[in-house]
């Protein structure tokens, strides 16, 4: 395969859209490839800035309480300040509505229906890797980088072009980030550049402190993508009604109440409100009843050999069966599994291991070695 992408105008493969968040990961992808030889164009997306506000809202009451500001100004203004240190262009691009729609909408609707969404998912799929290419398109510009730690088949960003139709693991694995790019559109890779994803977190920290970047310690953001750390439970409250059930062992005693099974996911511990004694992991949500059962961290029924999982999207077309490995979660150590064809857009997948709180609404995602071959969401 050519690792150079098929360009016609010569100015424009060296012109670079990069996502700036205002974090160290982004700010030093934009050192490396400015010291590769690319023009970069830093543009900041702000994608929330308030409330849940939208359709079909329920508690008024709580809307906008908690949820008005993201820190979306700071963050800005920090990746601002890097594009001006470096003296590279700087733009801001709203994307708000388009996320609330795709994003925020489709969570609140899978949170409804009974299952546990992984929203930074979707934001990568529909803002950073469509929204965010078609802003670059305007602006001639070849490539769009993002401070992901993960790899293109072609990691190196050479002079003479980078990217492929492969996403590989970040180097670092405490970082890596692949769990997250599975939906994104196969056509785009070609034009995606992870400019840290052959890095290990503290060599993006010396990169940031050699250039003496004001980011260089800043900590790392976490929570919803684009919303923050929020008090999730708070948060669907806004827009959820609570419906009170029975919590029951996993021998049927009635041990507690809960606020409603939606607000509650497999193998969540925190949150149960049930005092004294081991703790106790939810293990299963029985909506033809409103009871969630809960059971050891050890207990059988937490852990599933076998799954199914649609919405899928390959990398390359599946030739079934699968020998591969897999994640259901960001950070846990991939699990070697069989998939094979489970009908129309669907697949069954067999675990050599029994696997903990398989969660209905999470994603699963696919590996032969160091690359990302695709991935799903668990029914």
Not at 5 to 20: D, Q
Not at 112 to 133: I, Q, S
Not at 252 to 272: A, D, E, P, W
């Amino acid at each position: 395969m050519n690792d150079k992408p098929k360009v016609e105008n010569p100015e424009r493969s060296r012109r670079v859209l990069l996502g700036m968040s205002g974090g160290v990961d982004s700010s030093v992808s934009a050192v490396l490839l400015l010291e590769a030889g690319y023009e970069v164009i830093g543009a900041f997306m702000k994608n929330w800035s308030g409330d849940v506000n939208g359709p079909e809202v329920k508690g008024t009451d709580r809307i906008g309480t908690s949820f008005e500001e993201c820190g979306w100004k700071t963050e800005r203004r920090d990746a601002m300040r890097v594009a001006a240190q470096l003296g590279i262009p700087f733009l801001t691009f709203d994307f708000e509505a388009e996320y609330r729609r795709d994003v925020v909408e489709y969570m609140f609707r899978e949170f409804e229906a009974g299952r546990t969404p992984n929203p930074d998912v979707m934001c990568n799929r529909y803002m950073k890797f469509d929204l965010f290419l078609k802003e670059a398109d305007k602006l001639g510009c070849e490539f769009i980088a993002t401070g992901h730690y993960a790899r293109t088949e072609n990691p190196l960003l050479t002079k003479e072009g980078a990217g492929g139709g492969r996403i590989l693991k970040g180097v670092d694995p405490n970082k890596d980030q692949t769990y997250f790019l599975w939906a994104i559109n196969k056509a785009v890779i070609p034009r995606v550049l992870f400019p840290i994803g052959h890095l290990e977190k503290p060599a993006v920290r010396e990169i940031a402190a050699k250039h003496n970047l004001e980011v260089a310690t800043k900590k790392d953001s976490t929570g919803i993508c684009f919303v923050g750390e929020v008090d999730m439970r708070e948060f669907l409250k806004a827009r959820m009604k609570e419906e009170s059930g029975n919590v029951v062992t996993t021998d049927g005693k009635v041990i507690g109440k809960h606020i409603g099974i939606n607000f509650y996911t497999i193998g969540q511990r925190h949150g149960l409100d049930i005092g004294g004694g081991d703790p106790y992991y939810v293990v299963e949500k029985r909506r033809e009843t409103n009871e969630i059962v809960v059971g050891s961290n050890f207990h059988p029924a937490l852990f599933k050999k076998e799954l199914t999982a649609s919405q899928l999207n390959w990398f390359k077309d599946p030739v079934y069966p699968i020998v591969c490995e897999a994640r259901l979660r960001h950070r846990q150590p991939v699990q070697k599994c069989l998939v094979t064809s489970g009908g129309e857009e669907q697949v069954h997948v067999v675990f050599n291991e029994p696997q903990r709180a398989v969660t209905p609404g999470q994603s699963i995602v696919f590996y032969i070695g160091d690359e990302m071959i695709g991935g799903g969401i668990i029914d």
